[in-house]
């Protein structure tokens, strides 16, 4: 079965720090692998995903992932913190066998001056 | 113009009631979803349509049921309602039912029993 694990259900970071939020998966088979950020009250939105291309996936608001599959991991990184960026980010894995999306319990990002 | 609309935003309700939340998308997609998330912000499909046929229904009490009258809509009605409910219902739709697209979500529709 596909699962992914989000280590850290809380991150509290400087503004203008670096951002690092780290997310494993397990799949019997090659993922598709997403991040997704919710602002406040508000609907999910798609920051990047990995489709089996590039390794190294921009995605927006200078936020991006590596996938690396040694370490079966897909780590979100943005290298200076905005206030803007404070919301709960999800990952989530995709496998054909599953055919649907599989999310973490999602990590919220705190930004304080 | 909103992507993915849902109504209502918020709805409050008595133990036992039934309730409907409706979802639209102006995208011209062929796949929709609805999610729960709970209060731990845990969020699990309930259910995909791709072109109005129902493809995915994640072990979900009957007393939920989705209606899709068009590729553009997916109704959520829920019968004799539970404290359990409670959550946060989202709506999303994609292109088609593929890996690799992107699911555009709603803003989320708040219910809450008593």
């Known amino acids: 079965a596909q699962s992914v694990t989000q280590l850290g259900s809380h991150v509290s ?28 009250n508000q609907g999910l939105q798609l920051l990047l995903k990995y489709t089996s291309a590039a390794t190294l996936v921009k ?6 992932a590596e996938f690396k599959k040694s370490e079966t991991s897909f780590h979100l990184t943005k290298p200076s913190a905005h206030m803007s960026d404070a919301a709960e980010y999800f990952c ?12 973490g319990t999602g990590t919220r990002l705190q930004v304080t001056l | ?7 209502p935003k918020y709805l409050v309700t008595q133990m036992g009631n039934d309730k409907s939340i409706k979802c639209e998308q102006n995208l011209g997609h062929d796949t929709m979803y609805w999610y729960k998330q709970d209060s731990k912000k845990f969020l699990k499909i309930m259910f995909s349509y791709n072109n109005k046929e129902l493809i995915i229904n994640e072990t979900v009490p009957n007393r939920f049921s989705p209606k899709s009258p068009d590729k553009a809509h997916l109704n959520l009605h829920i019968n004799s309602l539970e404290l359990g409910d409670s959550a946060v219902y989202f ?3 994609s292109q ?13 529709t708040r219910l809450t029993v008593l």
Do not use: H, M
């Not at chain 1, 989530?92 to 999310?103: D, E, N, Q, R």
């Open chain 1, 13 to 40: 970071v400087s503004e203008g720090a670096l951002v690092l939020l780290r997310c494993n998966y397990s799949s019997s088979v090659p993922p598709y692998l997403f991040w997704y950020v919710q602002y406040p």
């Open chain 1, 59 to 64: 995605g927006i608001n200078g936020f991006e």
């Open chain 1, 92 to 103: 989530a894995v995709y496998t054909g066998t599953a055919s649907k999306l599989t999310f």
């Open chain 2, 1 to 7: 113009d909103t992507a993915v609309s849902q109504t």
């Open chain 2, 91 to 93: 709506c999303a739709s």
């Open chain 2, 96 to 108: 088609a039912y593929l890996s690799t697209d992107t699911q555009y979500f709603g803003p989320g």
